[in-house]
């Protein structure tokens, strides 16, 4: 057997460190002609008084709890039979039927009804009759 060189050793050593370095840890030295890249800086959050506000924040909750009540009562009413009501029906007796009245116009000196006298020198009497036709008996 032969005897390990001193780069062998060397070698050996720096592939034991190098697997025995925690994961994601750096080598100890970039490789030759590479710089290690720059460290990433988050930036800082912005102050607190800087936060944007909007106006609809306050009433989206709300919003959104009242349309779920409202959508569930609505849904419990869909499904709920509806209640019947039954109104007793009274009769109400008629009236009896008013008779028509017609008034006919008597002149005394000519001793007929308007329109077989055209005109009346001591003035019309008004006498009520039934029918549009037919006049009542002259007034006595």
Do not use: N
């Not at 697997?19 to 988050?42: D, I, M, Q, V």
């Not at 102050?47 to 779920?68: K, M, Q, S, T």
């Not at 509806?82 to 006919?104: G, K, L």
């Amino acid at each position: 057997m032969r005897k390990p060189t001193i780069a062998l050793m060397l070698a050996a050593s720096a592939l034991a460190l190098a697997l025995s370095a925690p994961a994601g840890a750096r080598p100890p030295f970039p490789p030759h002609g590479h710089r290690p890249p720059p460290a990433f800086h988050r930036p800082p959050p912005p102050p607190v008084h800087y936060r944007v506000h909007h106006d609809h924040d306050y009433w989206v909750a709300p919003l959104l709890v009242g349309g779920a009540l409202l959508g569930t009562q609505l849904y419990l009413d869909s499904r709920r039979e509806p209640e019947v009501v039954v109104v007793p029906q009274t009769t109400v007796p008629a009236a009896p039927p008013v008779p028509q009245v017609y008034t006919w116009y008597w002149c005394e000196s000519e001793g007929a009804y308007y329109p077989s006298v055209p005109a009346c020198p001591l003035g019309w009497t008004p006498v009520t009759g039934t029918s549009p036709t037919q006049p009542p008996a002259p007034p006595r």
